[in-house]
Nanobody
């Protein structure tokens, strides 16, 4: 059974940091490109960051470049999103997404709220 379980979300003040984790199971994690998406209130789901299966290539959404870092540990079947200098506009549900050829898997999401 494929599972992607996000954790690490919560309430943080503007300028603060959070680290999201996504633990994968039920598939060969090291084959998959992993991504973080987010969907804010009244907004469409958008790509936050993506990392290749080996971790050698990453891309970021324009709004998070220089503040967020995606990484992965294939030995632990886990992908991370380090989020620094958080802003109110970063408030969203953050989703983990796994993709390999025609195979696609989504996590259930974790809420991140940036507010004073």
């Amino acid at each position: 059974q494929v599972q992607l379980v996000e954790s690490g979300g919560g309430l943080v003040q503007p300028g603060g940091s959070l680290r999201l984790s996504c633990a994968a199971s039920g598939f060969t994690f090291s084959q998959y490109t992993m991504s973080w998406y987010r969907q804010g209130p009244g907004k469409e789901r958008e790509l936050v960051a993506r990392i290749s299966n080996t971790g050698g290539n990453t891309i970021y959404g324009d709004s998070v470049k220089g503040r967020f870092t995606i990484s992965r540990e294939n030995a632990k079947n886990t992908v991370y999103l380090q989020m620094n200098v958080l802003k109110a506009d970063d408030t969203a549900v953050y989703y983990c997404y796994a993709h390999w050829v025609e195979n696609h898997h989504w996590g259930q999401g974790t809420q991140v709220t940036v507010s004073s």
